[in-house]
């Protein structure tokens, strides 16, 4: 309490996670942090998709130990690691970007994405982007305009750019009347043609599309099967740039290296952030080597860009998914939890919906199911109590009313099944 109030007094008001969670953490270790009076809490939160491969990972310290005794900062210039990195970074790229392809670091997410879509004005020489209802990618400047909540385009203050949003297939509350799931996903599809093919639909030329594998703080939304594939397909006749924003998807958090490969979707620009550096920060693009060719020098830049400690971690962290073969065990666990939320779901009236893969999966909390109406005070109550009893779990979505699962891949079996016992009798205590 002691150095909440001094935070308090030091930093802005307008922290959110500090008051999500009050307390304040003395260490932290695989998927348990402890706060500094001594209580062990359960880590379902990851720092939001960074801490895949958990708190303290002794082989990503081992490697940033080592890599202390080298360089820390060195701009572009190529060193051992850089390059190790990048060899291993390609080595795992999805689908045709695979073996064809073009790396550029950043720092954030939000600088990743924003580099995308600047790539994919830079190419196509036009200027709107289609991005998604739902969507998040950040909140600089120009990316805001991209990330769909009001809240953020309000606070920024950005002078919005030309953002063409679609709707996202979004099951659970779909606007329009469909006889199966995935017609969902066709519709969306059917009216972008259109947008795209009628001169006077109101849509310009695009630049470039946008898009998450797996909505995250839009309420961990998986879209039907088609979707992207879909996506891809009018991307490629319409020759637009598909942009596939994987900072929150990848590194084997839905069990596949990449979201997009759940579909098996070949981006022609991804986002790469969050886990990539285990910890420490770091973010890239990936893209078409050919969109390399007309570049200027100094293209994108930034001074921080490529931290050789954060690519150490980097290259340790593809080698600890690979050697340990980590994908395997997110689809294993993460069906497993997947299967007790939707029990634990089945006994409230105020779990609406149970969704996502892999160590991806959200809890839509509602006031009841008849009405779908969004329960976010019930969320925050729900995410107080496990807090309380030691497991923390956060919430995301349009109306703040999804609990989500994003514990760190390496969580034991019998820390994840206690977690959801804590998560199972907060459930059925809520009223
Ligand atoms: C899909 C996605 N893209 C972009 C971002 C922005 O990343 P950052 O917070 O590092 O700017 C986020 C952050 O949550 C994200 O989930």
């Not at 008051?19 to 402890?34: L, M, N, Q």
């Not at 080592?66 to 820390?72: A, E, H, K, M, T």
């Not at 893209?287 to 954060?310: C, K, M, Q």
Request: hydrophobic share 40%; glycine share 10%; proline share 5%.
């Amino acid at each position: 309490m002691e150095l909440l109030a001094k935070q308090k007094s030091l930093e802005t008001r307008a922290v959110i996670y500090s008051k999500a969670f009050p307390f304040a953490i003395d260490s932290a270790k695989g998927a348990t942090v402890r706060d500094v009076d001594g209580n062990l809490f359960i880590d379902w939160l990851s720092g939001i998709c960074v801490l895949n491969l958990g708190h303290n990972n002794p082989i990503i310290a081992e490697a940033v130990r080592s890599q202390l005794d080298q360089v820390w900062h060195a701009l572009e210039i190529p060193s051992e690691v850089r390059i190790r990195f990048l060899e291993k970074m390609h080595s795992v790229l999805p689908g045709t970007l695979n073996g064809h392809a073009k790396t550029l670091l950043t720092v954030t997410g939000a600088d990743a994405c924003e580099t995308a879509v600047s790539l994919a004005k830079h190419i196509t020489g036009n200027g709107t982007i289609v991005a998604f209802g739902g969507s998040y990618h950040g909140i600089n400047q120009g990316i805001v305009s991209a990330t769909s909540s009001r809240h953020y385009l309000e606070t920024s203050g950005a002078i919005r750019y030309g953002v063409f949003h679609l709707p996202f297939p979004y099951s659970y509350r779909f606007p329009f009347p469909v006889e199966k799931r995935a017609d969902e996903g066709k519709i969306i599809l059917r009216y972008f043609e259109h947008l795209l093919t009628d001169d006077h639909s109101g849509l310009d030329k695009p630049a470039g599309i946008i898009v998450e594998p797996i909505q995250g703080e839009g309420g961990y939304i998986l879209p039907p099967d088609d979707f992207l594939p879909g996506l891809r397909e009018i991307a490629t006749r319409f020759q637009i740039p598909l942009i596939i924003d994987e900072v929150q998807t990848g590194f084997g958090r839905t069990g596949k290296f990449w979201g997009c490969e759940l579909t098996e979707t070949s981006p022609d620009i991804m986002c790469v952030s969050k886990s990539v550096g285990a910890g420490f920060p770091l973010s890239l693009i990936a893209y078409r080597e050919e969109y390399d060719e007309s570049l200027p020098d100094g293209f994108h830049i930034g001074t921080y860009r490529g931290n050789p400690i954060a690519m150490a971690a980097g290259a340790a962290s593809i080698d600890y998914i690979e050697k340990e073969n980590l994908l395997r065990r997110v689809n294993v666990l993460g069906r497993k939890a997947k299967s007790e939320f939707q029990r634990i779901s089945e006994s409230s009236k105020y779990v609406g919906d149970v969704r996502g893969v892999g160590f991806m999966i959200g809890n839509e909390i509602v006031e009841s199911r008849e009405t779908k109406a969004p329960a976010k005070d019930r969320a925050s109550q729900l995410r107080r109590s496990m807090f309380e009893n030691g497991l923390l779990m956060h919430t995301c979505g349009h109306f703040g009313n999804v609990l989500r699962f994003m514990s760190p891949l390496i969580i034991s079996e019998s820390l994840l099944e206690k977690g959801l016992r804590i998560y199972g009798d907060a459930v059925r205590v809520l009223t």
